[in-house]
């Protein structure tokens, strides 16, 4: 029997729930069933797990079609958002199925997560639907001095994996990193770059010496544990040049004037 025929049927029905979070290389999967279930295009099993959905809505507006899940706290797929919101977006695929007839279901639902509220022992997961990424706003290009193109972006062309430092943590203190390998460059060469550790990613505010300043401190990380540590730019002609060779790929203005002849005389 196929989903379309047990879905109609008023006694071979089994409706089962099952949710699929993905984050970068990392995935978690879980069902509303009181045992784990097989769904076929998952390698992974779906692990019993207590999750309550809330009503979906369906209309005209924006902001329809979205989710909210109520989660036990200690979820593993949300333990980024404790401390800092994760470097990468939290997907959720919602699939419907029904228990004697799993090679066919279907997916009514699939977003990232955009909201996590923590609510004593439980967390509630707001989810918006793909289709929300059709109306965002895309930044136009400045007539600035800077670079245009985020370090790192096709735009830029800087092969990230080029600069990328290990380092060995030799000591964590909240947003504090000390590691050697950070000496083995110049002051600031970090500074507005950032620091990553499994799904984490952290911002870099300061470098000086052996010790890395963060914006925000990692869930987890503990000395004798390994991290990635990439450079920042400051979008200049000269750090473009020096630092990275990229100088041809450089899509700012740097002469532009000083002086606004509009709003006051060139002279």
């Known amino acids: 029997m196929?989903?379309?025929?047990?879905?109609?049927?008023?006694?071979?029905?089994?409706?089962?729930?099952?949710?699929?979070?993905?984050?970068?290389?990392?995935?978690?999967?879980?069902?509303?069933?009181?045992?784990?279930?097989?769904?076929?295009?998952?390698?992974d099993p779906f692990e019993p797990a207590t999750i309550l959905t809330e009503r979906r809505e369906h209309s005209a507006e924006d902001h329809a079609g979205?989710?909210?899940?109520?989660?036990?706290?200690?979820?593993?797929?949300i333990a980024d958002f404790v401390v800092y919101?994760?470097?990468?977006?939290?997907?959720?695929?919602?699939?419907?199925a029904h228990r004697d007839s799993l090679d066919e279901y279907k997916?009514?639902?699939?977003?990232?997560?955009?909201?996590?509220?923590?609510?004593d022992s439980a967390a509630k997961l707001t989810c918006q639907p793909i289709t929300m990424d059709l109306g965002r706003m895309i930044p136009r290009?400045?007539?600035?001095?800077?670079?245009?193109?985020?370090?790192?972006s096709t735009g830029c062309g800087v092969y990230k994996p080029t600069y990328a430092q290990s380092a060995d943590i030799l000591t964590v203190s909240g947003e504090v990193l000390t590691a050697a390998e950070f000496a083995s460059h110049e002051d600031g060469y970090f500074n507005a770059g950032f620091v990553e550790w499994n799904s984490q990613r952290r911002f870099v505010v300061r470098h000086v010496g052996e010790v890395i300043y963060l914006m925000s401190p990692f869930s987890g990380l503990e000395p004798g544990l390994t991290v990635t540590a990439y450079p920042g730019c400051d979008l200049t002609e000269t750090m473009c040049a020096q630092r990275f060779g990229n100088l041809w790929r450089h899509f700012g203005l740097a002469r532009?004037?000083?002086r606004n002849p509009h709003t006051r005389r060139a002279f």
């Not at 109609?8 to 784990?36: I, K, M």
């Not at 919101?85 to 695929?93: E, K, Q, S």
């Not at 977003?111 to 609510?119: D, I």
């Open 85 to 96: 919101a994760p470097a990468g977006r939290l997907w959720l695929t919602l699939i419907q």
């Open 107 to 119: 997916t009514p639902f699939r977003g990232p997560v955009v909201g996590v509220e923590w609510q």
């Open 141 to 152: 290009l400045g007539y600035t001095r800077q670079c245009n193109w985020p370090l790192y």
């Open 66 to 77: 979205g989710i909210v899940l109520t989660v036990p706290r200690t979820f593993p797929c």
């Open 2 to 43: 196929g989903y379309d025929f047990t879905e109609r049927s008023r006694s071979d029905a089994q409706p089962v729930d099952c949710y699929h979070f993905r984050l970068g290389n990392s995935s978690w999967s879980y069902t509303s069933a009181e045992e784990p279930m097989t769904i076929t295009g998952y390698s």
């Open 256 to 258: 532009v004037p000083y």
